[in-house]
């Protein structure tokens, strides 16, 4: 066998190795041509996250425009307008082109990003991060009038090295139904201190709390027994609202019957939809 051929499949390998040790972390300034989602979730390593486009005649005129495609939270309460049921709200297929949803998509997560002045290391990021959860889901169901909220945190150190953070709080709402948020972050999945995109916050440094991985991600649940999604959404929101400036929430779809919520990118209130308009 000639030496060339034993060469070719090498080099591939070594060349795979290259590509996967260079993978993007993730972006460091705003795409225009892409919806605020897209670039919250590409900014912490979420880089199979994909818009839709849609012409611009089919958009419903109560959503805006591309470069802010974003609707208030309590619009999908609104039976008025939607009965929870947005098929019906949006129609013309974008329910299937929103809830079509594949890789990173699938998971629900939190996009983070710690500032430099908040945590001196990568420990204290993850410290600061589970923290400002905690305190933002405690100031939601308060909010909200969840009564009987019992907590439960825990550090996880598997035999195959991975380290992990989990805490569960939940408790009872006015409707006698258990509503929670779950959430477990990884420690040792914190970048070194390096620039926060401006779009998150300007000028300032901080850790990112890469979301990228096939197993090692942070993962997020929200949850409120009901017969509706109000209860769901109304607990998902209200944590946004409280979490610090450089902390969202991404969900993936959410189905409960004919009742369908597409992946959402909560920020602080509002609701950001992976969605462009096309001429």
Same mark, same amino acid.
């Given at each position: 066998?000639?030496?060339?051929?034993?060469?070719?499949?090498?080099?591939?390998?070594?060349?795979?190795?290259?590509?996967?040790?260079?993978?993007?972390?993730?972006?460091?300034?705003?795409?225009?041509?892409?919806?605020?989602?897209?670039?919250?979730?590409?900014?912490?390593?979420?880089?199979?996250?994909?818009?839709?486009? =849609?012409?611009?005649?089919?958009?419903?005129?109560?959503? !805006?425009?591309?470069?802010?495609?974003?609707?208030? =939270?309590?619009?999908?309460?609104?039976?008025?307008?939607?009965?929870?049921?947005?098929?019906?709200?949006?129609?013309?297929?974008?329910?299937?082109?929103?809830?079509?949803?594949?890789?990173?998509?699938?998971?629900?997560?939190? @996009?983070?990003? =710690?500032?430099?002045?908040?945590?001196?290391?990568?420990?204290?990021?993850?410290?600061?991060?589970?923290?400002?959860?905690?305190?933002?889901?405690?100031?939601?169901?308060?909010?909200?009038?969840?009564?009987?909220?019992?907590?439960?945190?825990?550090?996880?150190?598997?035999?195959?090295?991975?380290?992990?953070?989990?805490? !569960?709080?939940?408790?009872?709402?006015?409707?006698?139904?258990? &509503?929670?948020?779950?959430? !477990?972050?990884?420690?040792?999945?914190?970048?070194?201190?390096?620039?926060?995109?401006?779009? @998150?916050?300007?000028?300032?440094?901080?850790?990112?709390?890469?979301?990228?991985?096939?197993?090692?991600?942070? !993962?997020?649940?929200?949850? &409120?027994?009901?017969?509706?999604?109000?209860?769901?959404?109304?607990?998902?929101?209200?944590?946004?609202?409280?979490?610090?400036?450089?902390?969202?929430?991404?969900?993936?779809?959410?189905?409960?019957?004919?009742?369908?919520?597409?992946?959402?990118?909560?920020?602080?209130?509002?609701?950001?939809?992976?969605?462009?308009?096309?001429?």
């Amino acid at each position: 066998m000639k030496c060339e051929n034993l060469l070719t499949p090498i080099a591939i390998l070594l060349a795979l190795a290259l590509l996967s040790g260079c993978a993007s972390t993730g972006i460091t300034e705003y795409q225009e041509d892409h919806s605020r989602a897209w670039n919250l979730t590409h900014s912490v390593g979420m880089t199979q996250m994909k818009d839709k486009e =849609v012409p611009s005649d089919q958009l419903p005129s109560n959503l !805006r425009s591309a470069a802010d495609m974003a609707i208030d =939270v309590s619009y999908f309460m609104n039976s008025a307008t939607m009965s929870m049921n947005f098929a019906d709200a949006f129609g013309l297929g974008l329910i299937g082109l929103l809830t079509a949803a594949d890789g990173h998509a699938e998971r629900s997560t939190i @996009i983070a990003w =710690v500032p430099a002045n908040e945590a001196k290391d990568q420990e204290a990021a993850n410290v600061w991060l589970n923290s400002s959860l905690k305190d933002a889901a405690l100031t939601a169901m308060e909010n909200l009038e969840i009564e009987d909220i019992v907590e439960s945190s825990e550090r996880t150190d598997t035999i195959l090295g991975d380290l992990y953070d989990t805490t !569960r709080i939940e408790g009872i709402n006015a409707e006698g139904k258990k &509503c929670g948020i779950w959430y !477990r972050t990884y420690p040792e999945n914190i970048s070194e201190e390096k620039p926060i995109p401006d779009f @998150i916050v300007t000028n300032a440094t901080g850790y990112q709390i890469y979301a990228g991985k096939d197993i090692a991600f942070p !993962r997020m649940s929200v949850y &409120c027994g009901s017969e509706t999604l109000d209860p769901y959404l109304a607990l998902i929101n209200e944590v946004s609202k409280q979490l610090p400036d450089t902390v969202y929430l991404y969900s993936r779809v959410i189905k409960n019957g004919d009742q369908v919520i597409p992946p959402v990118a909560y920020d602080h209130g509002q609701a950001f939809l992976f969605l462009t308009e096309k001429d």
